[in-house]
């Protein structure tokens, strides 16, 4: 039976967020008894040399060159270059202190707060059902800041890096994949410098003389460029707003882990405010559906 063209895409941004959101968090948390900035060089480095390939096995040289002539996309691409960083390095961080749930909230608000920046920023228009969702997700943030007497700061700082990176992208309006490569070529003094350091003193974990560890290490890439190819692709092939729905597997299985399989806390007051969240989230799917 021929799986037509909607059906391939949902499949896709499936296995992407699928990907994000399980695979993707048991590997990262997997590699972080090597450090949280280790994990992160290496996921840098190595997602820019994965991408080198890929622009030439699709013959992307032209646009790349187009982009670099582009003085207002390359200063655009420069600041996003330290958002990613700032993101890889938090979720990293969270991954390797037992605060996968602190992050799974900010990848839960995100989507809601990118609605709140397109219309501060882009001048998009709000219906009732998406500011019912923002001021919802204000409510949660206040009930933990009231109850916990201290404010959800990686989800927080996650969602809002993410957001601010996601608007910053939308405005130059560059091929992702492109962009990431661009982005990774800026970190890449940065990277080589700190890698450098590390290998000179001797702290490397990255060694030719242990073949398995060098893989595991080098996957890095292929864990960050794989899934995004495959929801780019979901968009392109189902549309924003259905992928958009299916990215909350990634929240959803990053929850999932870090309550049943790496049994972190989980208190009353997170949970009450997570509820508030899922609400949220159910009125901003039900407004994506429809508009779909």
């Known amino acids: 039976m021929k799986i037509s063209k909607f059906n391939k895409g949902i499949i896709c941004s499936s296995a992407g967020s699928f990907w994000w959101g399980f695979l993707g968090t048991f590997y990262f948390q997997y590699i972080t008894f090597i450090g949280?900035?280790?994990v992160v060089a290496h996921r840098s480095l190595w997602t820019c040399v994965i991408l080198f390939f890929t622009l030439t096995f699709f013959k992307k040289w032209n646009l790349f060159k187009k982009i670099l002539l582009n003085k207002k996309k390359i200063f655009y691409l420069l600041i996003t270059s330290i958002l990613i960083f700032s993101n890889w390095t938090l979720w990293i961080y969270a991954v390797s202190t037992n605060k996968i749930i602190d992050a799974s909230f900010g990848y839960f608000i995100f989507p809601?707060?990118?609605?709140?920046?397109?219309?501060?920023?882009?001048?998009?228009?709000?219906?009732?059902?998406r500011i019912i969702s923002i001021c919802l997700v204000f409510i949660s943030?206040?009930?933990?800041?009231?109850?916990?007497n201290a404010l959800p700061w990686i989800g927080l700082s996650v969602a809002l890096l993410w957001s601010t990176y996601n608007l910053l992208r939308k405005k130059i309006n560059v091929e992702t994949d492109i962009g990431l490569f661009i982005e990774s070529l800026f970190l890449l003094p940065l990277i080589l410098v700190f890698l450098y350091i590390i290998v000179k003193s001797n702290q490397s974990d990255f060694s030719m003389e242990n073949y398995k560890m060098m893989f595991l290490i080098f996957l890095a890439g292929p864990m960050t460029v794989i899934p995004l190819f495959l929801y780019i692709k979901?968009?392109?092939?189902?549309?924003?707003?259905p992928s958009g729905m299916i990215f909350?597997?990634?929240?959803?299985?990053?929850?999932?882990?870090?309550?049943?399989?790496?049994?972190?806390?989980?208190?009353?007051?997170?949970?009450?405010?997570?509820?508030?969240?899922?609400?949220?989230?159910?009125?901003?799917?039900?407004?994506?559906?429809?508009a779909s």
């Not at 790496?262 to 159910?282: G, H, M, P, T």
């Open 141 to 148: 943030t206040l009930y933990l800041l009231i109850n916990l």
């Open 248 to 290: 909350f597997i990634t929240p959803t299985g990053q929850f999932l882990l870090g309550f049943f399989y790496y049994n972190e806390e989980f208190s009353l007051n997170k949970f009450i405010s997570f509820i508030i969240i899922w609400i949220a989230v159910s009125i901003y799917l039900k407004d994506l559906y429809e």
């Open 36 to 38: 949280t900035f280790e």
């Open 234 to 241: 979901g968009v392109e092939l189902s549309g924003l707003g």
């Open 112 to 129: 809601i707060i990118s609605v709140l920046f397109g219309f501060i920023f882009l001048k998009e228009k709000l219906n009732n059902k």
